[in-house]
């Protein structure tokens, strides 16, 4: 158990509407990872971070900013949810202090549904 | 540049073992595989670097081909509890280093009956 918790688990909106998810963690890691997830496609990487204040843009960051302004803390924003951003969205941290060779640890996952 | 696994699916009675395939068509500085089950999230199963170091899991092993940028997964005498979706995760090489994050593929759907 890593320590990790995602709000809210689930969350049905509708299309326009802003939407944040919160990503928490208790152990105070480094690198945190925001991923979506869609049949046939498996696991995408949006953002990431690597300290406070510091983010970086993954493979689908059109549509989603992030911050991170807590060590513990790290928010996905919708700024304006669309129905293809419908997904499950996971949250994840590295243990170990850099970004390589070290495994992630996932959250329980967000389901959000854009109507 | 997502890694491609193989196969799709597989069905297995309890015991029989299997192979799952991860391939990149990049150079690649470590392969990391997670099993998911059905409405959880991905697990950590092991990681396989450059050089040959592994880190994982006791029941299941790897493999990590660097020169054909190939792994593959090998699970032996399954259980029940080995049923749910493998994914493979690639860490590309750039420029002498790592890319850093975690390409995964699309994942293998591995179903044990009993």
Redesign the interface.
Known sequence: DAGITQSPRHKVTETGTPVTLRCHQTENHRYM?WYRQDP??????IH?SYGVKDTDK??VSDGYSVSRSKTEDFLLTLESATSSQTSVY?CAISKTGT???????????TRLTVL | Q?PVQSPQAVILREGEDAVINCSSSKAL??V?WYRQKHG?????LM?L?KGGEQ?GHEKISASFNEKKQQSSLYLTASQLSYSGTY?C?T?ETVGGG?Q????????TKLSVKP
């Not at chain 2, 959880?40 to 950590?44: D, G, S, T």
């Open positions: 990872y046939g496609h498996g696991l995408r990487l990431y993954g493979e996971f970004r390589h060779y070290n495994e992630q640890f996932f959250g329980p996952g | 997502q500085y470590s990391h959880e999230a991905p697990v950590f990681i670097l880190k994914f995760g860490e790592s850093g994050n975690l390409i995964f593929g699309k994942g």
